[in-house]
């Protein structure tokens, strides 16, 4: 069936039942439905149903329950427009002479919705009194054929979508886009669960995890540390009251805050190739780390593990006569670690660099020192947590895919997948960003429990088929057509039910945006011709 969206037409007469519901249509039977599964609609005259539309269906029979469909798909059918009739009519410049669909018997659309939830009340005694409690369900009951049909209102949108009722308690993110308007608030705990938002550039992401962030920061407290490869956070997070922050200019890393493999992983690529050289780096960095551990000191340095390298290089350089050379050489590479200056004596206090927010300004860095800094910055404020020295904060990765590539390895892979898998247990909450979730690792993002799909292209749209939940085959093609700020919300029990197309609300902070794509014509008006006509009157080269 192909989908349609026309908009609802107001002055088409309504029909409304007992209760001055506005009916939309009827269940009608055919050889295939209704199931428990699909119900196929036959629409009034003049109504649409946007896909995704939630609709309430009564069933009346054993039980008095009401069944939530899914608007999925929706087809016309009208014999006059047949290509015959029309090329008829274009023949022989006839106008149009068949009834309208209102007073026609053979114009009608027919809709198609899935059933995804059932509203029930369940009696119960609390205290020697019988009290009725509303529940949700999976459907359990079939659909009548020729039940009246009515656009799902905001309480049955919150109940089926399991979404939080007050705004102040959640995360308010956006609406529905279409049939009855309703709020969608996010749990607040999600959050807890971790969040994957994607969608090709300038869909909206970093748009929407600005409305998450003030959900976090300003509503609920919550410190939120942004990892910002394109400084697309530095307005909001100084409007939310945080800091902007360059690595190496103001705050370093300890390096005794790494694993042995993450040390490996970082060093130069020269060095990598030099087994000799890793296992000196190894073994001088797993002796200093032995020393923390059994708390003979607090922390350590790069200039500690160089200073060891002397006495390492010495007890596993077989020949004698190299362990100079090979001292140098790795004290070298090693030494290249230094002048990013993100490996000091780390940052005094991360409570109050974090709270209420903080942004890793990391435009300026190279990829391979945007790896050195994600790993550090990750693994320290995990290790500080686990230790309970700070409190829960929620970490945002843009440009994820970077961080943990599918396929491939990565210095942060490690420390970035412990995070979705035990950050649950331990107040660490991850926000992974990507315009490419075909280059992110899957498993990764499977662990992120509330995704915010939008607009893809046709190529990126297998990768995220893993993490769909109920997510149609109709609302995954429609992906490459979604608007800018408009994404399909999808999770899980904790977050919400079911898939639903939801547009993102306006920020309240007011010109919190980066990354805004820059005008490039009024560049080269104002600033590039003036210079370049310049120099070239000046001749020369
Ligand atoms: N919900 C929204 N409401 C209003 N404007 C929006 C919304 N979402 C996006 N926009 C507009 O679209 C622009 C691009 O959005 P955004 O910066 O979020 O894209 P992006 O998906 O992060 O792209 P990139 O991957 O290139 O960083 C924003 O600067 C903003 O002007
Ligand atoms: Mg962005």
Not at 212 to 238: A, M, N
Not at 310 to 329: Q, W, Y
Not at 388 to 394: E, G, L
């Amino acid at each position: 069936m192909k989908s349609f969206s026309s908009d609802e037409n107001p002055s088409v007469k309504t029909v409304a039942n007992s209760n001055n519901q506005l009916v939309v249509g009827t269940v009608i039977s055919d050889q295939e439905t209704p199931t428990f599964e699909t119900v196929r609609i036959k629409l009034k005259a003049g109504q649409d149903l946007k896909p995704g539309t939630l609709v309430r269906i009564p069933v009346m029979r054993n039980e008095q329950t009401i069944l939530i469909g899914r608007i999925r798909s929706a087809y016309e059918c009208n014999p006059n427009e047949r290509v015959e009739s029309v090329g008829v009519r274009d023949a022989l410049k006839i106008p149009k002479m068949h009834p309208t669909e209102e007073h026609s018997t053979r114009i009608f659309r027919l809709a198609e919705a899935d059933l995804i939830e059932e509203i029930f009340n369940r009696e119960f005694v609390e205290n020697g009194e019988k009290k009725i409690k509303t529940e949700t369900r999976a459907p359990q009951n079939l659909p009548n054929s020729g039940a009246d049909v009515f656009i799902a209102d905001v309480n049955e949108i919150v109940q089926t979508l399991g979404l939080e009722q007050d705004e102040n308690q959640g995360l308010f993110i956006g609406e529905t886009t279409s049939g009855t308007i309703s709020k969608i608030i996010l749990k607040r705990q999600s959050v807890q669960r971790h969040f994957f938002i994607c969608g090709t550039t300038g869909s909206g992401k970093s748009y929407a995890m600005g409305v998450i962030t003030e959900e976090l920061v300003q509503k609920h407290k919550l410190p939120v540390v942004f990892i910002d490869t394109q400084d697309e956070y530095s307005e909001l997070v100084k409007k939310l009251g945080g800091v902007v922050v360059e690595p190496g200019k103001d705050f370093s890393i300890r390096i005794s805050s790494l694993t042995e493999s993450e040390l490996l992983d970082l060093l130069p690529e020269a060095m990598k190739k030099s087994p000799l050289q890793c296992d000196i780096v190894a073994k001088a960095f797993g002796e200093l780390q032995t020393k923390l551990t059994n708390e003979d000191m607090a922390k350590f340095t790069l200039d500690d593990v160089l200073a060891k390298i002397p006495e390492v290089s010495a007890e596993l350089t077989a020949k004698e006569g190299d362990i100079p050379r090979v001292i140098d050489a790795v004290q070298r590479r090693l030494g290249t670690l230094a002048k990013l200056k993100i490996f000091g004596h780390g940052v005094a206090d991360w409570r109050k660099f974090l709270y209420p927010c903080v942004t890793i300004n990391c435009k300026k860095l190279t990829s391979s020192q945007l790896q050195s800094v994600a790993t550090a910055v990750l693994r320290e404020l995990q290790n500080l947590r686990l230790r309970n020295h700070i409190p829960p904060y929620v970490a945002v990765i843009d440009e994820a895919h970077l961080f943990v590539p599918e396929g491939t390895s990565s210095p942060c892979k490690q420390i970035i997948r412990e995070g979705v898998r035990i950050g649950r247990h331990h107040g660490i909450c991850m926000v992974l960003l990507t315009q490419s979730p075909v280059d992110i690792d899957k498993s990764t993002i499977r662990q992120c429990n509330t995704r915010l799909v939008f607009a893809l292209e046709p190529d990126q749209l297998d990768a995220i088929k893993g993490v769909k939940a109920d997510a149609t085959d109709e609302m995954l093609r429609a992906l490459p057509k979604m608007p800018q700020g408009t994404c399909l919300l999808s999770g899980t029990y904790e977050s919400v039910k079911h898939t639903i197309p939801v547009r993102i609300r306006k920020r309240n902070t007011e010109d919190s945006e980066g990354g805004k794509t820059p005008n490039i014509f009024e560049e080269m008006q104002e600033k590039w011709i003036k210079i370049i006509e310049e120099l070239k009157t000046q001749g020369g080269e």
